[in-house]
């Protein structure tokens, strides 16, 4: 049976990395949910919704993503996590995300750690080349790299 995986972050980035995931995998559409946590929403609210969608996932095992430690967002899902059935990254990328979604059916422990891996080797300064390996004229000023 796959990880359950639960997005909770500030709105509307849950939502937004969600949506991101399912283009690439659209089977997966019950196994990840995610709830935004607006500005003002009170932490009991967060984490009643938090809980919810715990339970809706039907998983025994979930994974929790949180976008910023000592968040709100991390906050609440701390105090929903158990440690054993369910675990807690935070930090979550798409990178991340899309590593943890095609690994859903590994153990829990090795799911976390395909989170963090992912998350981290995703994240480099990329070198900036012309298009098509031509040359920049010197002083093209209006010159635009789109890629691809």
């Known amino acids: 049976m796959n990880t359950g995986i639960l997005i909770i ?3 509307p980035l849950a939502s ?7 283009h690439v995998y659209p089977e997966a559409d019950a196994g990840v949910l995610a709830h935004d ?6 932490t009991g609210h967060t984490l009643a ?3 919810a969608l715990l339970v809706q996932l039907g998983t025994p095992n979930a994974l929790v ?8 967002p991390c906050n609440v899902a701390q105090k929903l996590v158990d440690g054993v059935h369910s675990k807690l990254v935070a930090g ?8 943890t979604v095609n690994y859903r059916h590994e153990p ?5 750690a395909r989170a963090l891996a992912g ?4 994240i480099m300064q990329v070198a900036v080349t012309a298009p098509q390996n031509q040359a920049r004229k010197a002083n093209d000023h209006n010159h635009h790299d789109y890629q691809q």
Request: aromatic content about 2%; some cysteine.
């Open 37 to 42: 946590v607006p500005a003002n929403e009170a």
């Open 16 to 22: 937004a990395l969600r949506a991101c995931v399912l």
């Open 108 to 112: 829990l422990d090795v799911l976390v």
């Open 49 to 51: 919704h938090a809980q």
């Open 65 to 72: 993503l949180t976008d910023v430690f000592g968040a709100t």
């Open 9 to 11: 972050a500030h709105a």
């Open 119 to 122: 998350g981290a080797q995703c």
């Open 92 to 99: 979550v990328n798409l990178p991340m995300l899309l590593r």
